[in-house]
């Protein structure tokens, strides 16, 4: 049996990194990022919210529970903790989008059946899905029974996939993102250059960075958690200086560590090299 190779912490030795988001994530990354020698401010521009039908996200969790559904796929952690407040059961099959989701659902007690094995975004979601469930069409199979809760905001490229091959998905809105109130002196702490990064965790941080610290310095690098987040930020005007290759926190941190720090990008080639396949 041959090991897995864990990649080492790749180091943010003195970077000056801007957290844009509050709560579970941003305290997460602040202490990675202090962890890896960097400097950290939070400065939450976002915050969640209940949907803007509670009530239709109140049904299906409640028909979830009946065993109206084969599947609930959680395409973030935030979906996770919605479902529990809304007292989801664990039961059925799950399919989560990576490690952190998976980890919250699993906190709630519910199985998990299917994750990405490297590509955590919908299309990688999608792809792993559509791997483990049955072909509608084949004989004595029917099409799978989808719970998709997700945020308001969020895209259709999971629904999307599962439809086009053939089963059923009840999108619901589980939650959404508001800008929070200007925070004083932020942006002017950016257009000095006070920082040398900014983090870009989704879509919707791409958009309150694009309202609320612009026009930003070319100094100040723009970091995004995936090829989604960095489509959403060009699609604001916004050139993306690193894109992380692995869609989780630590994927993020290890780009910018690999993009700005001297020797990371040998070190983390090395070690990509043993890991199992």
Request: proline share 7%.
């Given at each position: 049996?041959?090991?897995?190779?864990?990649?080492?912490?790749?180091p943010l030795t003195?970077?000056?990194?801007?957290i844009?988001?509050?709560g579970?994530?941003?305290?997460a990354?602040?202490?990675k990022?202090?962890d890896r020698?960097?400097?950290p401010?939070?400065?939450?521009?976002?915050?969640?919210?209940?949907?803007?039908?509670?009530?239709r996200?109140?049904g299906?969790?409640?028909r979830w529970n009946?065993?109206d559904y084969?599947?609930?796929?959680?395409t973030?952690?935030?979906?996770?903790?919605a479902?529990?407040?809304?007292g989801?059961?664990p039961?059925?099959?799950?399919?989560?989008?990576?490690?952190?989701?998976?980890a919250?659902i699993?906190?709630?007690?519910f199985r998990?059946?299917?994750?990405?094995?490297r590509d955590?975004?919908g299309?990688?979601?999608a792809?792993?899905l559509?791997?483990a469930?049955?072909d509608?069409?084949?004989?004595g199979?029917?099409?799978a029974?989808?719970?998709?809760?997700?945020?308001?905001l969020?895209d259709?490229?999971?629904?999307?996939?599962?439809?086009?091959?053939?089963?059923q998905v009840?999108r619901?809105?589980?939650?959404t993102t508001?800008?929070?109130?200007?925070?004083a002196?932020?942006?002017a702490?950016v257009?000095v250059?006070?920082?040398?990064?900014?983090?870009?965790?989704?879509?919707?941080?791409?958009?309150a960075?694009?309202?609320?610290?612009?026009?930003?310095?070319?100094a100040?690098r723009?970091?995004a958690?995936?090829?989604?987040?960095?489509q959403?930020?060009a699609?604001?005007?916004?050139?993306?200086?690193?894109v992380?290759?692995?869609?989780t926190?630590?994927?993020?941190?290890?780009a910018?560590?690999?993009?700005?720090?001297a020797g990371?990008?040998?070190?983390?080639e090395?070690?990509?090299?043993g890991?199992t396949?």
């Amino acid at each position: 049996m041959i090991a897995h190779v864990r990649p080492p912490t790749l180091p943010l030795t003195g970077l000056r990194i801007l957290i844009p988001r509050g709560g579970d994530l941003g305290a997460a990354l602040h202490e990675k990022v202090l962890d890896r020698g960097g400097v950290p401010t939070i400065a939450p521009l976002l915050e969640t919210a209940p949907p803007s039908d509670p009530a239709r996200f109140a049904g299906a969790v409640a028909r979830w529970n009946a065993g109206d559904y084969d599947w609930l796929v959680v395409t973030s952690a935030t979906t996770a903790t919605a479902l529990a407040a809304a007292g989801a059961e664990p039961r059925g099959k799950v399919g989560a989008v990576g490690p952190v989701t998976a980890a919250a659902i699993q906190e709630l007690g519910f199985r998990l059946h299917v994750m990405p094995g490297r590509d955590y975004s919908g299309r990688g979601l999608a792809e792993s899905l559509l791997a483990a469930l049955p072909d509608p069409e084949a004989p004595g199979a029917h099409p799978a029974r989808v719970l998709l809760p997700v945020s308001e905001l969020a895209d259709d490229t999971v629904e999307r996939a599962l439809r086009a091959a053939g089963h059923q998905v009840d999108r619901v809105a589980a939650y959404t993102t508001a800008m929070t109130d200007e925070i004083a002196g932020l942006r002017a702490r950016v257009g000095v250059g006070d920082f040398d990064v900014v983090l870009a965790t989704s879509s919707s941080a791409a958009r309150a960075i694009a309202e609320r610290l612009t026009p930003l310095p070319r100094a100040v690098r723009v970091a995004a958690i995936g090829d989604p987040t960095a489509q959403a930020l060009a699609g604001l005007g916004l050139s993306t200086d690193i894109v992380a290759a692995s869609s989780t926190t630590d994927g993020l941190l290890d780009a910018v560590s690999v993009a700005l720090i001297a020797g990371s990008r040998e070190t983390y080639e090395h070690t990509r090299q043993g890991e199992t396949r």
